[in-house]
């Protein structure tokens, strides 16, 4: 699963992209547990393409509610495609906490896409005084990347929406325990060459 793969592909018209800054206006507001259609090969996209970015498209459902998602990152001292699996309700979830994140109700939020690996990263930055979208990678020598990408209020809301539409499953009580539970799973794993310098 952690294994790097050649990139993902797609028919252009067939996948909705969304460019963080290209929405035009403030959304009234989200609503992060309302149900929403799921859209299949629907691509969250936060950055531009193809400079600075970072995304995710659910593939396939399988069985057992879960999803295989093509991750792709592309920033300067990053650059790789990565094939996750995810439980569905997951990326909603992630959508719950980011907008958690933007009220003040939490400081930060993670979804973690191949343990010990890589994961998404929402945080308020204190001292840019904003919500920050950041990508954590542990390669094999235990190195971090971080890059960052400041969001705005419209944005935070297109990431929220964008989220929700990728994503099918619902969030039962039984979800949330399991997706709690693969998360508290995720954490536990040591993170390769962790230690070394």
């Known amino acids: 699963m952690s294994r790097l793969f050649s990139a993902f592909t797609g ?5 909705l992209e969304l460019n963080i800054g290209s929405v035009s206006g403030i959304p009234a507001g989200p609503t ?7 859209v299949p090969d629907h691509k969250f996209l936060v950055g531009k393409e193809p400079g600075a970015y970072a995304s995710l498209q659910v593939m396939e459902q399988q069985a057992e509610d879960r999803m295989i998602a093509a991750v792709a990152v592309s ?3 990053l650059k790789g495609t990565w094939q996750a699996q995810l439980l569905t309700g997951e990326l909603r979830r992630f ?3 980011i907008d958690k994140v933007r009220r003040g109700q939490a400081v930060s939020t993670r979804l973690t896409l191949v343990p010990g690996i890589l994961a998404f990263i929402v ?8 919500i ?9 020598l235990g190195v971090h990347t971080v890059p960052t990408l400041p969001l ?8 929220i929406d964008s989220l929700q ?33």
Request: with cysteine; charged share 30%.
């Open 32 to 38: 992060p547990d309302s149900p929403k259609a799921y």
């Open 165 to 197: 539409t990728a994503d099918p499953g619902e969030l039962t009580e039984e979800r949330m325990r399991q997706i709690r539970n693969r998360a508290a799973a995720a954490s536990s794993i040591p993170r390769p060459g962790a230690g070394k310098i």
């Open 11 to 15: 028919k252009k018209e067939d996948i």
């Open 123 to 130: 945080y308020f930055d204190e001292k840019q005084q904003m």
């Open 152 to 159: 705005n209020p419209t944005e935070i809301a297109a990431v």
């Open 132 to 140: 920050v979208f950041a990508v954590d990678y542990c390669g094999p």
């Open 95 to 97: 959508a719950l906490d």
């Open 75 to 77: 920033f300067l001292f």
